[in-house]
């Protein structure tokens, strides 16, 4: 079993920044894709950003130029740059890991930028 604990969300104002980290804890568990993925309220859970173990990254298309995905793998933690926030970045935010025989999310962090 793979536990995730995610931290740093919070307020921040409209061109504000947040980082999000998220660490992954268990036995036996290499992580693969780590991700982060977030959901407003009444929307649907999309991607924001993905990396791989070799440092390959997706963005999603509001995400990229802004924010900025990366991971220690020595920690099995993933982080969350976020920069230039804005209102509608307000969301839940999940980090997601994908391993060899499963996928783990964690519990979520709010983000809110006011503006």
């Known amino acids: 079993q793979v536990q995730l604990v995610e931290s740093g969300g919070g307020l921040a104002q409209a061109g504000g920044s947040l980082r999000l980290s998220c660490q992954a804890s268990g036995s036996s568990f290499s992580a693969n894709v780590m991700g982060w993925y977030r959901q407003a309220p009444g929307k649907e859970r999309e991607l924001v950003a993905t990396?791989?173990?070799?440092?390959?990254?997706i963005y999603a298309t509001s995400a990229r130029g802004r924010f900025t995905i990366s991971r220690d793998n020595d920690k099995n933690t993933v982080y969350l740059q976020m920069n230039s926030l804005k209102p509608e970045d307000a969301a839940a935010y999940y980090c997601?890991?994908?391993?060899?025989?499963?996928?783990?999310w964690g519990q979520g962090t709010q983000v809110t930028a006011s503006s």
């Open positions: 997601k890991i994908d391993t060899a025989n499963d996928d783990y």
């Open positions: 990396i791989t173990t070799f440092g390959g990254t």
